[in-house]
């Protein structure tokens, strides 16, 4: 009895696992910007960003660390279940809140809000390959300006 138990419970774990890995977000993980393959509108774009996707109890956690054309640093993170509700986002001057969600294992739709304001809608795509994040953004920056730009990240 004690041993059908113990198998029963061992193949639960193993199902369920399988069914978690076959539910990958393929954005996990660490990509860099490539500069060289971006475009900013408006402009000029961060001279590098690195984002990180990681995997935590509360949802998915983005953390960014970058350096604008400015020389200034940027940090900013906010952690989303990737299930369309606003979480608060922390370091984006353009949003204080954002609602990611996920459309499949490739890709998702974050929306970025300025005091209960809609400001910019991106739309982050991985590749077949697994090897390149394309983030398209469009919409009105917090000062107003049209955004229209396309980043492109290298998996790390």
């Known amino acids: 009895m004690r041993k059908s138990l113990l198998v029963g419970a061992m193949c639960s774990v193993m199902l369920l696992s399988g069914s978690m890995a076959l539910a990958a977000d393929n954005w996990i993980g660490t990509w860099k910007l490539n500069v060289a393959k971006s475009k900013a509108s408006p402009g000029p ?12 109890p ?13 020389g200034s640093l940027r940090k900013g993170s906010y952690t989303s279940k990737f299930d369309g509700k606003d979480v608060p986002w922390e370091g984006n001057p353009d949003a204080d809140m954002a609602s ?34 394309t983030v398209t ?3 009105k920056n917090a000062k107003g300006e049209d955004v229209n730009s396309t980043a492109v990240y290298e998996k790390q």
Do not use: H, R
Request: proline fraction near 2%; hydrophobic fraction near 30%; avoid cysteine.
């Open 137 to 139: 953004q469009t919409g």
């Open 58 to 70: 509360a949802g998915i956690k983005l953390s960014s660390d970058g350096v604008m054309a400015d």
């Open 100 to 133: 990611a969600k996920k459309v499949d294992d490739n890709s998702y739709v974050n929306t970025w809000k300025k005091g209960g304001k809609t400001t910019v809608t991106a739309k982050a795509v991985v590749s077949a390959d697994g090897k390149t994040l």
């Open 45 to 56: 774009g961060p001279k590098s960003l690195t984002l990180k996707f990681e995997t935590t």
